[in-house]
């Protein structure tokens, strides 16, 4: 799962570049702090017991952008913690400006920044770069809003919601690599298939570079994103049960990949309540995908359906509300559908979250947790 922070360059983060170690009088580092406060209590908490046992480092596929309009560069390197380390630290070899672009690096100064989206569950696997330095053109802009948005902090974590207004009050070129840092909700709703998400990446000037691989680590993404959200769930319903607010239920997916639905509740008065969990890292507004499959459950009289929105879903839980009895909703789609010409098909409508009603929100959090 993505996770984004925002790191204001130091005189002896720059010396990681082969460039600078050579032509700044700024120490021997040869590395980017990543501060302790951040990056492990805010995003990775459980990384030190987690590679405690590979000697306090491990390696990460590097993905740099920047600065200016520069494009995907791509590296391997270490994250380590050292014995006498205040702050972890992106270490290994020198990276040196790229044999197509040989003066790439060398216009970053101390206070620039770099904004990075690390992916990885208990530690990151990967990370995008974004260098945004203060005397390229195309990165002055968000440079500034940068600086407002830090202030004085050396590193911050931040929501995708909040990097999307600091690009937008910097009015970025369109072409801008920073845009694509905010359009992993948008690739995933295109990897599903929504007609919205195709739509934004249609409208994206590095539209022709989304890839089959992009497409189908969305898919990935978006996959994992959806088995986290059901463990969540069937923590939850553990809890109801053993609080004899229900009196059973099964993960029925878990057994059933093609299932129309994801739980089957047994209330206390006997009656079963059949559970599709719709999970997403973003926003509660993000569309709502329902295949075919599932619309046609939906709309059976045989047992009530319900929708678990999942949203804002992390490593530290998610937030959950309830839809509930959607059954004349999934008729009235049913129905709109069948008036389709002969021979067509949908595999699945995408609705907005505003056209159902949900419940209050609750708070879920993993087990390990509680």
């Given at each position: 799962?993505?996770?984004?922070?925002?790191k204001?360059?130091?005189?002896?983060?720059?010396?990681?570049?082969?460039?600078?170690?050579?032509?700044?009088?700024?120490?021997?580092?040869k590395?980017?702090?990543?501060?302790k406060?951040?990056?492990?209590d805010?995003?990775?908490?459980?990384?030190?017991?987690?590679?405690?046992?590979?000697?306090?480092?491990?390696?990460?596929?590097?993905?740099?952008?920047?600065?200016?309009?520069?494009?995907?560069?791509?590296?391997?390197?270490?994250?380590?913690?050292?014995?006498?380390?205040?702050?972890?630290?992106?270490?290994?070899?020198?990276?040196?400006?790229?044999?197509?672009?040989?003066?790439?690096?060398?216009?970053?100064?101390?206070?620039d920044?770099?904004?990075?989206?690390?992916?990885?569950?208990?530690?990151?696997?990967?990370?995008?770069?974004?260098?945004?330095?203060?005397?390229?053109?195309?990165?002055?802009?968000?440079?500034t809003?940068?600086?407002?948005?830090?202030?004085?902090?050396?590193?911050?974590?931040?929501?995708?919601?909040?990097?999307?207004?600091?690009?937008?009050?910097?009015?970025?070129?369109?072409?801008?690599?920073?845009?694509?840092?905010?359009?992993?909700e948008?690739?995933?709703?295109?990897?599903?298939g929504?007609?919205?998400?195709?739509?934004?990446?249609?409208?994206?000037?590095?539209?022709?570079?989304?890839?089959?691989?992009?497409?189908?680590?969305?898919?990935?993404?978006?996959?994992?994103?959806?088995?986290?959200?059901?463990?969540?769930?069937?923590?939850?319903?553990?809890?109801?049960?053993?609080?004899?607010?229900?009196?059973?239920?099964?993960w029925?997916?878990?057994?059933?990949?093609?299932s129309?639905f994801?739980?089957?509740?047994?209330?206390?008065?006997?009656?079963?309540?059949?559970?599709?969990?719709?999970?997403?890292?973003?926003?509660?507004?993000?569309?709502?995908?329902?295949?075919?499959?599932?619309?046609?459950?939906?709309?059976?009289?045989?047992?009530?359906?319900?929708?678990?929105?999942?949203?804002?879903?992390?490593?530290?839980?998610?937030?959950?509300?309830?839809?509930?009895?959607?059954?004349?909703?999934?008729?009235?789609?049913?129905?709109?559908?069948?008036?389709?010409?002969?021979?067509?098909?949908?595999?699945?409508?995408?609705?907005?979250?505003?056209?159902?009603?949900?419940?209050?929100?609750?708070?879920?959090?993993?087990?390990?947790?509680?």
């Amino acid at each position: 799962m993505s996770k984004i922070a925002i790191k204001r360059l130091t005189a002896s983060d720059l010396t990681l570049f082969k460039w600078h170690f050579e032509n700044l009088n700024a120490g021997n580092q040869k590395a980017i702090n990543l501060n302790k406060n951040v990056f492990v209590d805010e995003l990775f908490p459980s990384l030190p017991a987690v590679v405690e046992e590979e000697g306090w480092r491990f390696s990460i596929d590097l993905y740099l952008y920047g600065p200016g309009l520069s494009g995907e560069y791509n590296l391997q390197r270490k994250i380590l913690k050292g014995e006498t380390y205040k702050n972890w630290r992106l270490d290994g070899e020198f990276i040196v400006n790229p044999q197509d672009d040989p003066q790439r690096f060398n216009d970053l100064r101390p206070d620039d920044f770099v904004v990075i989206e690390f992916s990885g569950h208990l530690k990151p696997v990967s990370a995008k770069m974004i260098f945004i330095a203060q005397t390229v053109e195309q990165d002055t802009g968000l440079h500034t809003e940068l600086q407002n948005f830090m202030n004085d902090r050396p590193m911050a974590a931040l929501e995708p919601g909040e990097l999307e207004q600091v690009i937008q009050n910097a009015e970025s070129a369109a072409e801008h690599p920073i845009h694509d840092f905010v359009m992993f909700e948008v690739m995933v709703d295109a990897a599903q298939g929504g007609i919205e998400g195709i739509n934004r990446l249609r409208s994206r000037p590095t539209y022709r570079r989304m890839t089959r691989r992009s497409l189908e680590d969305a898919r990935t993404r978006a996959g994992n994103i959806g088995f986290q959200g059901e463990e969540l769930i069937n923590t939850f319903l553990t809890m109801l049960q053993e609080n004899a607010e229900i009196q059973s239920f099964e993960w029925t997916s878990f057994e059933n990949a093609i299932s129309p639905f994801d739980f089957s509740v047994t209330q206390n008065d006997g009656s079963v309540v059949l559970v599709d969990v719709k999970s997403t890292s973003g926003r509660f507004e993000n569309r709502i995908h329902i295949s075919y499959n599932e619309l046609l459950q939906i709309s059976s009289e045989e047992f009530r359906y319900d929708i678990y929105r999942v949203y804002e879903l992390n490593d530290g839980g998610a937030v959950l509300r309830i839809s509930r009895n959607l059954n004349d909703f999934g008729r009235s789609v049913v129905t709109a559908l069948q008036t389709l010409p002969e021979g067509v098909h949908p595999d699945g409508v995408s609705i907005s979250s505003t056209v159902l009603e949900f419940e209050e929100e609750i708070e879920l959090t993993p087990p390990d947790n509680e």
